[in-house]
């Protein structure tokens, strides 16, 4: 089943969603030295910033879990600005990716950690309560579900959301995702295991943060007057690990051969690449692997049409699949993708990998 892109919310270091995604693409980057957080560089005394792609203001002294709601709590303000009340009823299912606490080293009750289904969901019922609550709202959908596994999490929660409608379980689904990996414990964390981009060690990622909102109901296949085209999640695959741990690309060339093969009739258009490839030298080999792999599969695909939302944004962890699903439908939706599809793909350091399939409908009502 399609799923059409109803809303969308935003909170990130570019913004909220409109302003985000245009600055996105324009190249426009909000990196800045952290305000929070010192390391110490090799064979040196003196401690340095760190730079980072920190939301302004709004997070600006929280940490951990506390963090985790400011965000939320700005993804929902922003998304609440463009979503009618009726959109929201009493069959909506609401899906959160959000990070695995003890990755993130959020303090928690000691037999939290060795229970891993019941710490995440007691964050993910901690999130939600308390953003609700700060932002005077109440709840009145279908209980929330939640989701981890790094950056393929947002993914996970668009299966479960896709079977949801799918079975008519739900009637709507609001599926969020948010993370930081801007806690100190988390950047100390980073900088011990050399994968954060500094003054001494250029080959690594900007750590950032953001939240996103998506509502989802399943697709009509019309065209409101005066609406922008709208814009629906196709299809959705997740390779789990461990069969995919090398970065040899193989595994995300599988999983967008999958996103691509409902498509019957003559072969796929190529569509625009969005991917979560941040700067790592692991996810620069695999970004190289797979275009190999593709072209082998699509001698006609040129693989020169390819966005990279972490040139903005910054790692986003579990949101940065939602990151470049906003990206990706905001420009189908305006036009400017260059392409009537897009594939948003993401890498997890477990191993799992996930394609998430794009399109926009066509005159005369085809998709």
Known sequence: MQMEIAAMGMSSCLGPLITACAASRAGISRVRESREFRYFPDEDNAPLPLRTCAIPVSTFGFSAAGRLVAILGGTLEDFQSRLKSED?????????ALP??????????????????????????????????????AWQG????????GQVAFARSLQA???????????ACLVMAVDSLLSPPTLSRLVRERRVK???????????????????????????????????????YVSEP???????????????????????GPAPEEPLLVSDHNGEQRRASEWGSLQVHLHAAHSDWKLENAWFPAIGFGETGAASGAVGACVAARGL???????????????????????????????GGRS
């Open 142 to 149: 279908m209980k929330g579900r939640f989701f981890v596994g």
């Open 100 to 137: 695995d606490p003890l990755e993130r080293e959020f303090p928690m009750r000691a037999e939290l950690m060795e229970d891993s289904p019941r710490r995440i969901e007691a964050l993910g019922q901690f999130v939600l309560r308390q953003t609700f609550e700060n932002l005077g709202m």
């Open 333 to 363: 939706e305006r036009g400017y993708a260059r392409s009537r599809s897009a594939l948003v793909l993401n890498t997890s350091e477990d191993g799992a990998r996930a394609a998430i399939l794009l399109n926009r409908l066509q005159p």
């Open 198 to 236: 500094t003054d001494d060690f250029p080959v690594g990622f900007i750590p950032g943060e953001v939240g996103v909102a998506m509502l989802l109901r399943p697709a009509s296949g019309s065209r409101r007057e005066g609406s922008a085209s709208p814009v629906f999640i196709r299809q959705v």
């Open 161 to 171: 959301a896709q079977a949801a409608l799918e079975s008519r379980s739900a009637g």
């Open 88 to 96: 929201l009823g009493t069959n909506t299912a609401l899906f959160l």
């Open 242 to 264: 461990p069969a995919s741990k090398q970065a040899e690309g193989r595994a995300l060339a599988f999983c967008v051969e999958r996103v691509l093969q409902p498509q019957s």
